[in-house]
């Protein structure tokens, strides 16, 4: 069943001006003085580490053992995209399975490990949800294989023109705005805003809506950033949402020179914060190169801060399975810090006590983060 509330919580919903979608703090504009910056910044890169020099661990995944999971639960397959299963139910975010993000298969960044999963070997897909349409979260090739085995696709406004441009029948695309809502199956997703833009051109910027998700069902409540800029909107987001089970937050591709559209990890924890987030699993790392700091930052960072702040982050093993109904929620403020100091040392290495399949005994030495290289 699949059901659409157009005004949903009557939040203040996008807008348009001469045929380009709005943020509601900045205007984000591209100046040709931005450009050179951008290329000279490129150019004089010296970073030790832009792409791994060890294979990155995955850990595969079949359907059958995706079957089998009588629990709610959440899957990295890389960069944003993840698999969710709730209520039975499967839902994918953002898939991206293609060998590189850009418009052809030859060039642009390219990616640093193997999916957990192919698309040949998923079962059937509920929902896709997109978050805007860069070539790091609308992959065209996945879009295509994947209308054959999904029921419906969620998306913000205008992005489903891309859809049915690659023969996705209209009834399978619900397209929102921010603060509406639809419903499939015991599952309400509603697209909440972003800070951010879009196009996959040169001519088509800002003509189709970004946005962030709530995904909530009777016994989870996910919030998944998408891309973003640090803006109020992520209190107005926990506010009217939140308390959230567990924060999927765009932590990586960041860089000083655009902050309004991408968080340093420092903002990423503060969003974290912002929408009411028990646990917080940090996204948007560890794929594709997109920016100037080394590969593995992004999770070093903000492990580094979560543990300063006592806040429990989630950093498992690309197709490790993080069971949801298992994550700390914290009763009180004694209880939260009692949970952040017990379960982060354990959620951002490589066995999740606590919060995933598998089970580790918990040792006076924390484990090697599985972004380090293997010891020899």
Known sequence: MISTNALANNGVQATISDGKFQNTEIEYKTELSSIWSFTKAYLTDDRESAVPDFPIPVIPVTRDALLNLDHDAVIRLGHSSLLLKIDGEFVLLDPVFSERAFAVEWLGPKRFHDTPISIDELPFIKTVIISHDHYDH???????????????????????????????????????NWWQSTTVSSMTFTATPSQHFSGRGLFDKDKTLWASWVIKSENTNLFFSGDSGYFSGFKEIGERFGPFDLTLMETGAYNHMWT???????????AHIDVKGHVMMPIHNSTFDLALHNWF?????????????????STPKFGEVVNIN??????????ERNCANEVSSVTT???LETATETSAETTSEAPRPWWYPPMM
Do not use: C, Y
């Open 138 to 176: 609308l992959d065209k090739a996945a879009i295509k294989k994947l209308a054959h085995i999904t029921e419906t696709f969620v998306t913000p406004l205008k992005v489903g023109n891309h859809l049915r441009d690659w023969g996705v029948p209209d009834k399978q695309i619900v397209e929102l």
């Open 260 to 270: 309004e559209i991408h968080m340093l990890p420092e903002q990423s924890l503060q």
């Open 297 to 313: 930052e992004p999770l070093e960072k903000i492990t580094q801060l979560a543990n300063e702040r006592q806040i429990t982050v």
């Open 326 to 335: 298992q994550l700390p929620k914290p009763l009180d403020s004694i209880n």
């Open 349 to 351: 290495e490589t066995d």
